[in-house]
Every structure is written in structure tokens, then in C-alpha cells.
């Protein structure tokens, strides 16, 4: 994961996306990576910063994504977020690090904040397949599709902030909770903390414009002032890895389409995010990977 990491840098440092590199923060699970990146940064004369939670419970490679080292991270997470955004007020772009830009995501990212109409949240999505070619694009989601906790964007508005708070509370009881499932669960539902029970809530999240190719907003959903402001990314533009990796001629001939179709589309981002093969070798073999030797960034 640590060259991953390299990988994701290089390639912002590669669209001279100068505004997301100088910003970027590396989450460093154990106290090896934080020398591996100390070391990395100052031999490259690179800028990115480094955040190492002070807590007992350390992610080291020997654990698995079913450690409990792993679903503590998960629960620290959901902490940090909080502190970032309710605390100091700040947004959040959180990256998984199997992740590639093609182009720089920020424009796209701020788009409706340029109109005055700034979402609350913005999550790229974890769907399988095209939603045009899924006989149930919300995959059995009442409100809101499966959403990628791998990519997304947090503004420090109250109907986050209440986001992020049921979030903490739901997974603190649940010693194996998955923070990505929880948050769905939460943009479809109200939590009862009493009863810890999720009710399904039409007002709780109203998709916002532009929504992805082939959905659309199921007419149940209510918006209120209180809703959360979520805005789902183009697949085609922000791809994951289920869909890139396992359907990859479908992936093709749908970007073909959609170019054709409308001729402002940029590929921004593919995301590593499948299980179905090896990440490394995926990236490898698809021409994602920009590193020489020694993970030196070849620009």
C-alpha cells in the first residue's frame, strides 16, 4: 500500500494538479510507515504531509481487512472526520491510495459551489456494473445507491456533521462494523439510538444534479432543510475497480458513448477498489502504474 500511495501522489504531481498535491495528508497506520514516509518525502524533496493517530491499536502487515487492528481504523476514522469537520470547520476530500487521477478532480469536485448550490457531500460510487446496464440501479438501496467510502468529499455543514455523529454512535456498538455499509445504511435511514435500529427516511438524503448516466432520483425521496445534499460522481469519470477490472470491454464501449454524447466529458480517477484480482498487477497491466524503480515517480 505504501507504493500505492507513491503511485496516487505521482500521478497528481504527473497533471501538475498542484492545489490537491500540496494538500494531501498520508494516513500512516503504523510507526513503519511513518519512517518509510519521513524517508520517501525527503529523498524525493516532496511536501505532503504525514498523520499518525496516536492509539494503541495499529494496523501492521501482518493484519488482514478482517484484523481487528483493521475495524478499529475504521471506528478512528470516523473520529477524525469528525474532529476535521465539526471541530475546525474544515472540508474533507478522503482518498483511498489504489487510486489514480487522470485529471484533476477539483474543478469537477466544486462545480456547484461555483453556482452557489454546494452539496453537502459528494461520493463516488461502489456499484458493479453501469448503472444503465443494473435492472436495479439502487441494488435494493430505497433512497440512495450503493455510495464508495474510498472517495469522497465532506463539507462542514450541520447535516454532515449529524451524518458523521450517527455514524459514531453506530459503529461503536458493532466491533465488526463497516464504516462505507454503515454510511449507506445512514443516507437511506434514520438510527434509533435508543433501540439501535435503522428506519428507512425519505427525507434524510436528496440527490443532487448532475446525476450519474443512467439514474435517476426515485420520486420517494422528500428534501427538507434538514436533508443532507448529496451528489453522486459520473462512473464513467470517477470508474471503480469492480467495473474496470472484472468488465473491462463493457467499461470501454461505454466511455466511448458517453464521449461521444457529450464532449465536455473528462476521465478524472480509476479506483483499484476489487477484490476479484490483485490490485498491483490490474494497475500494472492497464498502464496505471507510473513508478521506476526505487518507487521513484516518473515524470
Same mark, same amino acid.
Given at each position: 500500500?505504501?507504493?500505492?500511495?507513491?503511485?496516487?501522489?505521482?500521478?497528481?504531481?504527473?497533471?501538475?494538479?498542484?492545489?490537491?498535491?500540496?494538500?494531501?495528508?498520508?494516513?500512516?497506520?503504523?510507526?513503519?510507515?511513518?519512517?518509510?514516509?519521513?524517508?520517501?518525502?525527503?529523498?524525493?524533496?516532496?511536501?505532503?504531509?504525514?498523520?499518525?493517530?496516536?492509539?494503541?491499536?495499529?494496523?501492521?502487515?501482518?493484519?488482514?481487512?478482517?484484523?481487528?487492528?483493521?475495524?478499529?481504523?475504521?471506528?478512528?476514522?470516523?473520529?477524525?472526520?469528525?474532529?476535521?469537520?465539526?471541530?475546525?470547520?474544515?472540508?474533507?476530500?478522503?482518498?483511498?491510495?489504489?487510486?489514480?487521477?487522470?485529471?484533476?478532480?477539483?474543478?469537477?469536485?466544486?462545480?456547484?459551489?461555483?453556482?452557489?448550490?454546494?452539496?453537502?457531500?459528494?461520493?463516488?460510487?461502489?456499484? #458493479?456494473?453501469?448503472?444503465?446496464?443494473?435492472?436495479?440501479?439502487?441494488?435494493?438501496?430505497?433512497?440512495?445507491?450503493?455510495?464508495?467510502?474510498?472517495?469522497?468529499?465532506? #463539507?462542514?455543514?450541520?447535516?454532515?456533521?449529524?451524518?458523521?455523529?450517527?455514524?459514531?454512535?453506530?459503529?461503536?456498538?458493532?466491533?465488526?462494523?463497516?464504516?462505507?455499509?454503515?454510511?449507506?445504511?445512514?443516507?437511506?435511514?434514520?438510527?434509533?439510538?435508543?433501540?439501535?435500529?435503522?428506519?428507512?427516511?425519505?427525507?434524510?438524503?436528496?440527490?443532487?444534479?448532475?446525476?450519474?448516466?443512467?439514474?435517476?432520483?426515485?420520486?420517494?425521496?422528500?428534501?427538507?432543510?434538514?436533508?443532507?445534499?448529496?451528489?453522486?460522481?459520473?462512473?464513467?469519470?470517477?470508474?471503480?475497480?469492480?467495473?474496470?477490472?472484472?468488465?473491462?470491454?463493457?467499461?470501454?464501449?461505454?466511455?466511448?458513448?458517453?464521449?461521444?454524447?457529450?464532449?465536455?466529458?473528462?476521465?478524472?480517477?480509476?479506483?483499484?477498489?476489487?477484490?476479484?484480482?490483485?490490485?498491483?498487477?490490474?494497475?500494472?497491466?492497464?498502464?496505471?502504474?507510473?513508478?521506476?524503480?526505487?518507487?521513484?515517480?516518473?515524470?
Amino acid at each position: 500500500m505504501m507504493s500505492m500511495g507513491y503511485n496516487l501522489f505521482c500521478s497528481l504531481r504527473k497533471l501538475r494538479a498542484k492545489s490537491l498535491a500540496d494538500k494531501i495528508i498520508f494516513w500512516a497506520v503504523d510507526e513503519e510507515a511513518v519512517t518509510y514516509l519521513q524517508l520517501y518525502r525527503k529523498k524525493n524533496n516532496l511536501s505532503f504531509g504525514i498523520y499518525h493517530p496516536d492509539t494503541k491499536h495499529q494496523i501492521s502487515k501482518f493484519q488482514n481487512p478482517g484484523s481487528h487492528g483493521y475495524f478499529q481504523m475504521m471506528r478512528d476514522r470516523v473520529s477524525v472526520y469528525i474532529t476535521l469537520i465539526r471541530q475546525y470547520r474544515l472540508s474533507l476530500l478522503f482518498l483511498d491510495v489504489d487510486i489514480i487521477f487522470t485529471a484533476d478532480p477539483l474543478p469537477d469536485l466544486f462545480l456547484n459551489e461555483e453556482r452557489d448550490q454546494s452539496e453537502d457531500i459528494i461520493y463516488s460510487t461502489d456499484a #458493479r456494473n453501469f448503472y444503465n446496464a443494473l435492472k436495479d440501479p439502487y441494488e435494493s438501496g430505497p433512497f440512495i445507491p450503493m455510495i464508495c467510502g474510498g472517495f469522497f468529499l465532506m #463539507r462542514p455543514t450541520e447535516p454532515t456533521i449529524r451524518l458523521l455523529e450517527d455514524l459514531s454512535k453506530t459503529i461503536d456498538i458493532n466491533p465488526n462494523a463497516n464504516d462505507q455499509w454503515t454510511t449507506h445504511k445512514l443516507l437511506n435511514s434514520r438510527y434509533n439510538s435508543t433501540s439501535n435500529t435503522f428506519i428507512h427516511d425519505p427525507t434524510r438524503t436528496w440527490l443532487v444534479e448532475p446525476f450519474p448516466t443512467g439514474l435517476e432520483r426515485r420520486n420517494t425521496s422528500v428534501r427538507t432543510n434538514s436533508s443532507i445534499k448529496l451528489r453522486l460522481l459520473e462512473q464513467g469519470a470517477y470508474i471503480n475497480g469492480h467495473i474496470y477490472g472484472s468488465l473491462h470491454n463493457q467499461y470501454w464501449q461505454e466511455i466511448q458513448k458517453i464521449e461521444k454524447s457529450n464532449p465536455f466529458f473528462q476521465r478524472i480517477m480509476i479506483h483499484a477498489n476489487t477484490w476479484a484480482e490483485d490490485k498491483l498487477q490490474l494497475m500494472k497491466r492497464n498502464h496505471l502504474w507510473l513508478l521506476g524503480s526505487d518507487d521513484v515517480c516518473i515524470l
